[in-house]
């Protein structure tokens, strides 16, 4: 597609839900970024793929989160048993070759 | 946590000021970049800088990587309306894919 997507833009949850959050990088982009973005905060580094290889996960807050990419395209980052301090917008972002980020619009997910 | 120190926090101007933002770090950077964000949306880059020293332009903004590698600025000049967002400063370790770390950010409000 012409940018990245993602899905939800928004989500509210129960704390002890799970989450599924769906990022669509730019067509043919092999490396793919999740960022945690607190409110008033800057972007901070989650987790990167390259094609479906997670080759970096140190930003993964806990055991609680995990992030795929089985076909080398679509990302799926999963939050398991939510909690609200994972109260956050998640950003993605493409790039062709591990610079020149291009990032989508994210999702806000609000744990209540 | 993050390792940028990004001033000022928040800047508040009249139109047709310019406007000066840096950030500081206690780490060598190989790579400066300069994003913007608007409400709702993901970072979209203004500037990269990739050498020590270097000054680089887009239209009214000027961004220079700092001698010593741990810092840089950004200079906005005869703001707009349109100018109003957030700035924030992204340093990388080096090349390839290497994660961004971010500043928190400078918020710019401008008057008409």
């Known amino acids: 597609g012409a940018g990245v997507s993602q899905s939800p833009r928004y989500k509210v949850a129960k704390r002890g839900q799970d989450v599924a959050l769906r990022c669509d990088p730019i067509?043919?982009?092999?490396?793919l970024f999740w960022y945690q973005q607190a409110l008033g905060q800057g972007p901070e580094f989650l987790t990167y793929?390259?094609?479906?290889?997670?080759?970096?996960k140190s930003g993964l807050p806990s055991d609680r989160f995990f992030a795929e990419r089985p076909e080398g395209s679509v990302s799926t980052l999963k939050i398991q048993r939510t909690q609200q301090e994972d109260s956050a917008v998640y950003l993605c972002?493409?790039?062709?070759?591990?610079?020149?980020?291009?990032f989508g619009s994210g999702t806000r997910l609000t744990v209540v | 946590g993050q390792q940028l120190n990004q001033s000022p926090q928040s800047m508040f101007i009249q139109e047709g000021e310019d406007v000066s933002m840096n950030c500081t770090s206690s780490?060598?950077?190989?790579?400066w970049l300069w994003y913007k964000q608007d409400p709702g949306e993901g970072p979209v880059l203004l500037i990269a800088?990739?050498?020590?020293?270097e000054l680089t332009s887009n239209g009214r903004l000027t961004a220079q990587f700092g001698i010593t590698r741990k810092d840089s600025f950004l200079n906005i000049s005869a703001s707009i309306p349109s100018d109003v967002g957030i700035y924030f400063c992204?340093?990388?370790?080096?090349?390839?894919?290497?994660?961004?770390?971010f500043g928190a950010g400078t918020r710019l409000a401008v008057h008409p």
């Open positions: 972002a493409s790039s062709l070759r591990g610079d020149g980020y291009t």
């Open positions: 067509s043919g982009h092999v490396s």
């Open positions: 793929f390259q094609n479906e290889a997670q080759l970096d």
């Open positions: 780490s060598i950077f190989n790579t």
């Open positions: 800088l990739y050498k020590a020293g």
């Open positions: 992204a340093g990388q370790f080096s090349g390839g894919y290497n994660k961004l770390i």
